[in-house]
């Protein structure tokens, strides 16, 4: 068994309202409801203890904290060197890269996360514009990571270009949220396509539809696959067993690739301890090493020279 676990992707949610209230990711728009649950920095921590998590990545909840990352960088740096904080910034403001360096420098920054503040929208500016451009370079300068997350509507055209980018920064590590493929849908995107009245419909294994999405990044090796429990929900919606597709993902781009993010503070659906546990189980069919390399190592590689 893997002896301990880096956690890529946990979010926090405080019980202080008054020191770190919710903002809007999208001007204009409402501010975000209070979530009925919390996910505090102490309590996060007392979960790792519990269940051998090393080291974890502390990813702004965007959707209740818009672009204010205060609370993920205060968190870390109450337990320096165990939680390394992945930053949501205004990707079309023109001052963004310049307050990303700070944060690197100043607070520990390891990372940035880029997302579509407006998913409706068919357009791929809010990472290709060259505002966005910057924050790509502003990364690559100083060799932090750039996480992506992508709604599986647009995954035809927003892979594509991002090997473009990818080429652009070859020493630049990538990583994409949720593995980019058809099992990375969550289950928030699965219920707006019902209301519509599409079928959901799953590729099924051996591929996993991944021939069809990620498989461009077979020779991009500076790509990397976070495997979460949103892409663990959708296959337990579809009676997969998930080391099945852990398999395929390591045979495909290889044992270097491929990293573990819990998705506490936002997928609720299992405590930390399932999550745990079925992290060390989607290894089921990988050698010692390399379940050793997708469940820790890796992460610890990447995010090693960024901090």
């Not at 099992?183 to 294994?205: F, H, K, L, R, S």
């Not at 077979?218 to 398999?247: C, G, M, Q, S, W």
């Not at 990988?286 to 610890?300: I, M, R, Y």
């Amino acid at each position: 068994m893997v002896a301990s676990l880096f956690d890529t992707h946990a979010h926090l949610i405080s019980d202080d309202w008054d020191k770190y209230p919710a903002r809007a990711l999208t001007p204009g728009l409402p501010t975000p409801d209070r979530p009925n649950y919390t996910v505090t920095v102490e309590s996060l921590i007392e979960m790792m203890d519990s269940h051998n998590v090393e080291r974890a990545c502390l990813v702004q909840r965007g959707h209740v904290y818009g672009f204010d990352n205060s609370y993920i960088i205060d968190s870390a740096a109450k337990f320096p060197g165990r939680l390394h904080p992945v930053v949501i910034l205004d990707a079309q403001d023109p001052e963004t890269p310049a307050k990303y360096r700070h944060m690197v420098k100043n607070d520990s920054v390891c990372g940035f996360r880029m997302a579509a503040a407006r998913p409706w929208l068919w357009d791929t500016a809010w990472m290709s514009s060259p505002a966005a451009m910057e924050i790509w370079k502003a990364c690559a300068d100083l060799g932090t990571p750039m996480t992506i997350i992508f709604y599986q509507k647009h995954l035809s055209y927003n892979l594509p270009l991002l090997k473009i980018i990818a080429k652009q920064f070859p020493d630049l590590p990538i990583i994409i949220d949720h593995g980019g493929m058809p099992y990375g849908m969550t289950q928030v995107e699965v219920g707006y396509a019902e209301e519509d009245g599409e079928e959901v419909i799953m590729p099924p294994p051996p591929d996993f539809g991944i021939n069809e999405t990620i498989k461009i990044f077979e020779d991009v090796p500076n790509v990397y696959f976070k495997f979460t429990e949103i892409n663990i929900e959708r296959l337990a919606a579809e009676k997969i067993r998930p080391a099945h597709i852990v398999r395929r993902l390591v045979d495909g781009f290889g044992p270097d690739r491929l990293v573990w993010g819990s998705d506490i503070g936002q997928s609720m659906l299992w405590s930390y301890k399932e999550k745990t546990e079925m992290a060390r189980k989607a290894a089921d069919f990988l050698t010692e090493e390399e379940a050793v390399k997708f469940l820790h190592d890796n992460a610890a590689r990447i995010y090693s020279n960024a901090c």
